[in-house]
């Protein structure tokens, strides 16, 4: 299974409201990551876990707080966003010890309106 | 810090005919290099990676790339694409210890027509 699989596929949300977005992988791999794509852009790093500890946060702003609460899971907590957020909301994962390649899921389309 | 530069935007090609796409790269450690594959509304797709060994790697569906260290880039290439081949091209590169934190290239929109 080379599979990491994102839920929800598509989210709209307020900018009070309160979402998460979820990752899922089977593969054993250590080290998970959050990356943000706008539209027509490269996505962008946003945190990356190892041993399900958070060891990198591109300064991201405090209202994205990622959790992982065990080595399959990752998981991005959102709270008051802006419309500057919306957004492809890309997970992905790789082998801790070998930083050779990362598995990248299908992503979470965010609008926030 | 690394960073990466795909100077073309876009690149349109006839069906069947050949295709390179650039990418050139600056960093001042020693990299690992991506090309990854990405269709509308979906996620990326790795086509293929340089590690170390030989420079001219070959990936996924009929595609290769070369690394060139003196000139600090890595073409991707195919000889015949297909229209199913549409789709935007990018470039990463990540430090070769350590955590990968990929750093994308702008992308190149790959058209391909009959």
């Known amino acids: 299974d080379t599979e990491v699989t994102q839920t929800p596929k598509h989210l709209v949300m307020g900018m009070t409201n309160k979402k998460s977005l979820k990752c899922e992988q089977h593969?054993?791999?250590?080290?998970m990551y959050w990356y943000k794509q706008k539209a027509k852009k490269p996505p962008e790093l946003m945190f990356v876990?190892?041993?399900?500890?958070?060891?990198i946060n591109e300064s991201v702003p405090s209202r994205f707080s990622p959790e992982c609460p065990n080595s399959s899971l990752l998981n991005l907590h959102l709270h008051a966003l802006q419309p500057e957020d919306s957004a492809l909301y890309l997970c992905?994962?790789?082998?801790?010890?070998?930083?050779?390649?990362?598995?990248f899921g299908q992503g979470t389309r965010l609008t926030v309106v | 810090a690394q960073s990466v530069t795909q100077l073309d935007s876009q690149v349109p090609v006839f069906e069947e005919a050949p295709v390179e796409l650039r990418c050139n790269y600056s960093?001042?450690?020693?990299?690992?290099l991506f090309w990854y594959v990405q269709y509308p509304n979906q996620g990326l797709q790795l086509l293929l990676k340089y590690l170390s060994g030989s420079t001219l790697v070959k990936g996924i569906n009929g595609f290769e790339a070369e690394f060139n260290k003196s000139q600090t880039s890595f073409h991707l290439r195919k000889p015949s694409v297909h229209i199913s081949d549409t789709a935007e091209y990018f470039c990463a590169v990540t430090p070769n210890t350590g955590f990968q934190k990929l750093v994308f290239g702008t992308g190149t929109r790959l058209l391909v027509s009959p």
């Open positions: 593969m054993g791999h250590r080290a």
């Open positions: 992905a994962s790789s082998e801790q010890s070998l930083n050779t390649e990362a598995f």
């Open positions: 960093s001042s450690v020693s990299v690992y």
């Open positions: 876990y190892s041993y399900e500890k958070l060891s």
